[in-house]
């Protein structure tokens, strides 16, 4: 439905920031073992991009994006990757979250712990995006031109 | 009532500005925050991640190995906050709709 604050300007705008918005949210997760960065900053930024066409574009076109009854999911795989990750170590002998115990052939302690802590940010960041885009979507339920 | 508020304000920062003074230097190697041992001699954790963190897990920023694997745990623990903080927000707020609706 399309109401009287609606405008093609601002939605064209939006349209054209968005998939960098996102690219740099996936950037500074992947590359935060090297720069400034992580999964909750990365996830601030994702949940920015889609929130940004939420805000512009009205429900029904943000209804192609991420839908509303997808992001209890998605922060759900983002904690069960962290601890999915911590209870396999687990049971592979080590401690709790110990990365080098990691079921992953060919790959020493230290690049088990690199990529354990890559795992797990990519999990930070799933979770943050999608907590932050529920809390929006929940405030704004149920006013139609938001 | 503005003249007390605002010297009220001007003696708090003289507080904190003379509290800033005993402060220990910035990057200044000699501090007790960088010393191999405490006072109370205890190893101090802070000298082993820096020294170590490149080797443990090969990764140059510091933050991220202590963050994401000395204190996992911790990281673990802020996310569930977070989770929770969503959640929480879901109940409240489709409670209060739910009632609304009834209303009407």
Same mark, same amino acid.
């Given at each position: 439905m399309r109401s009287k604050f609606d405008s093609p300007i601002v939605l064209l705008g939006s349209r054209l920031l968005a998939p960098y918005i996102m690219l740099f949210g996936w950037y500074v997760i992947i590359h935060g073992h090297y720069s400034p960065g992580g999964g909750f900053q990365g996830g601030a930024l994702l949940a920015a991009s889609? $929130?940004?066409?939420? /805000?512009? #574009? =009205?429900?029904?076109?943000?209804?192609?994006?991420?839908?509303?009854?997808?992001?209890?999911?998605?922060?759900?795989?983002?904690?069960?990757?962290?601890?999915?990750?911590? $209870?396999?170590?687990? /049971?592979? #002998? =080590?401690?709790?979250?110990?990365y080098a115990y990691l079921p992953i052939p060919g790959m020493e302690a230290d690049w088990l712990r690199y990529t354990g802590m890559l795992i797990i940010e990519v999990g930070i960041g799933l979770a943050v995006m999608a907590i932050l885009i529920m809390i929006y979507d929940n405030m704004v339920k149920g006013e139609d031109h938001a | 009532m503005k003249a007390l508020k605002i010297s009220i304000l001007v003696l708090f920062a003289a507080v904190l500005?003379?509290?800033?003074?005993?402060?220990?230097?910035r990057g200044d190697p000699d501090n007790l925050m960088h010393a191999e041992e405490s006072i109370t001699g205890t190893t101090v954790k802070g000298s082993y991640f820096i020294q170590n963190a490149y080797r443990d897990a090969r990764t140059p920023n510091m933050?991220?190995?202590?963050?994401?694997d000395y204190r996992s745990i911790d990281t673990f623990g802020e996310q569930v906050v977070i989770y929770t903080a969503g959640l929480i927000t879901l109940l409240v707020?489709?409670?209060?709709?739910?009632?609304?609706?009834?209303?009407?």
């Open positions: 889609v $929130l940004l066409i939420r /805000i512009s #574009g =009205g429900r029904v076109i943000s209804r192609l994006q991420i839908q509303e009854f997808a992001t209890t999911p998605l922060a759900i795989v983002g904690v069960v990757l962290y601890f999915g990750t911590g $209870l396999v170590a687990m /049971i592979m #002998g =080590g401690n709790f979250l110990d | 500005i003379y509290a800033s003074a005993d402060l220990p230097m933050v991220t190995v202590v963050l994401g707020l489709r409670v209060t709709r739910n009632r609304r609706n009834d209303e009407e």
